[in-house]
C-alpha cells in the first residue's frame, strides 16, 4: 500500500468528517420522520375515533327525534280508528234495536246482549288488527329511516377515512422530500 500524500491525507480525513457529520443528521433525520410519523398516527386515529363518536351521537339524537313523532302518528291512527269504531258500534246497535223493537221485550234484550259483545268482540278484534298494521308500518318506516340514516354515516365515515390515508401519504411524501433536499447539500 503507498502512503499517502499530506494533501490526499487531509482531504481523506475531510471526507471522513463530512461522512461521520452525513451519518448523524441522516439519524437525526430518521428520529424526526419516525416521531412525526407516529404523531401522525396518533392525530388521525384521535380523528377517527371523534369523527366515530359524532356519527353515534347524531344516530342518537335522530331516534330521539323519531320516537315522539311516532308515537303521535300511531296515536293519530288509533284516534280515527277507535271513531270509526264507535260509529260502526253506534250504527250497528242502531240497527239491533229496531229489529229487536219488532220482536218481544225479552228476546229483545237477550238478542242485544248477545249482539253487544259480539260487536265488541268485532271492535276489539279490528282494533288489535288495525293497531298491529299500524305498528308494522311505523317499524317499518324507522327501519328505513335508520337504514339511511346509517348508510350516510358509513359514507361520511370512509370519506373521513380516506382524508386521513391522503393526510398520510402527503406527510410522508413531504419528509422524504425534506430528507433528500437536506442530504442533497
Given amino acids: ?83 270509526q269504531m264507535d260509529e260502526w258500534k253506534f250504527e250497528a246497535r242502531q240497527i239491533v234495536e229496531e229489529t229487536i223493537d219488532k220482536k218481544s221485550d225479552a228476546l229483545n234484550q237477550k238478542l242485544l246482549d248477545a249482539l253487544e259483545s259480539r260487536i265488541q268482540e268485532k271492535t276489539s278484534k279490528a282494533l288489535a288488527d288495525l293497531k298491529s298494521r299500524v305498528k308494522e308500518e311505523v317499524a317499518e318506516q324507522i327501519a328505513t329511516s335508520l337504514k339511511t340514516l346509517t348508510e350516510q354515516t358509513e359514507r361520511g365515515l370512509a370519506k373521513t377515512r380516506a382524508l386521513a390515508f391522503t393526510g398520510l401519504g402527503l406527510a410522508g411524501l413531504t419528509l ?6 437536506w442530504l442533497g447539500k
Avoid at 60 to 83: F, G, M, T
Avoid at 176 to 181: D, E, H, P, Q, T
Fill in 1 to 83: 500500500m503507498t502512503a499517502l500524500s499530506p494533501e490526499e491525507e487531509k482531504k481523506a480525513l475531510e471526507n471522513l468528517k463530512v461522512l461521520a457529520d452525513l451519518k448523524k443528521k441522516t439519524e437525526i433525520l430518521s428520529e424526526h420522520v419516525e416521531n412525526r410519523k407516529a404523531a401522525l398516527e396518533e392525530e388521525i386515529e384521535e380523528s377517527l375515533h371523534e369523527a366515530i363518536h359524532n356519527a353515534r351521537d347524531s344516530l342518537e339524537r335522530v331516534q330521539e327525534n323519531l320516537e315522539p313523532k311516532i308515537q303521535k302518528i300511531v296515536e293519530e291512527r288509533l284516534d280515527v280508528i277507535r271513531h
Fill in 176 to 181: 422524504i422530500g425534506v430528507a433528500i433536499l
